[in-house]
């Protein structure tokens, strides 16, 4: 009985320890002035995204990715962000600015 109660216990922890995992994950999502031309995948921010439309998005478990440097590598390849969010966090006007001083200019990122 003491080992049933033990290994009840054990799996308890585990459901819990798993479920906390998932909930710690956050989507961070950047939304592009203009869709790509195909689904692509792109590095970035430690975190890999998926860009489809007019969206890239990432699935993390940390802040890291949420960083002006990310969104400045997704404006780089695939032209101006228009919105870049983390949960209930998003850029302001002024840092969409800055992410999109190393925007390509549309018609490069069209053609990327």
């Known amino acids: 009985?003491?080992?049933?109660?033990?290994?009840?216990?054990?799996?308890?922890m585990m459901t819990f320890a798993l479920a906390g995992q998932a909930a710690a994950q956050t989507l961070v999502t950047a939304k592009l002035e203009q869709p790509v031309a195909e689904r692509?995948?792109?590095?970035?921010g430690s975190a890999v995204f998926w860009c489809e439309g007019e969206a890239c998005v990432a699935t993390v478990s940390?802040?890291?990715?949420?960083?002006?440097?990310?969104?400045?590598?997704?404006?780089?390849?695939?032209g101006p962000v228009t919105?870049?969010?983390?949960?209930?966090?998003?850029?302001?006007?002024?840092?969409?600015?800055?992410?999109?001083?190393?925007?390509?200019?549309m018609t490069q990122a069209a053609n990327n």
């Open 83 to 105: 919105a870049f969010e983390s949960g209930s966090k998003a850029y302001d006007a002024a840092r969409l600015e800055a992410c999109n001083a190393s925007a390509k200019p």
């Open 40 to 44: 692509t995948r792109l590095v970035a």
């Open 62 to 78: 940390n802040s890291r990715t949420f960083i002006p440097a990310t969104c400045k590598e997704i404006a780089s390849r695939f």
């Open 1 to 12: 009985m003491m080992i049933r109660s033990t290994l009840a216990a054990a799996a308890a």
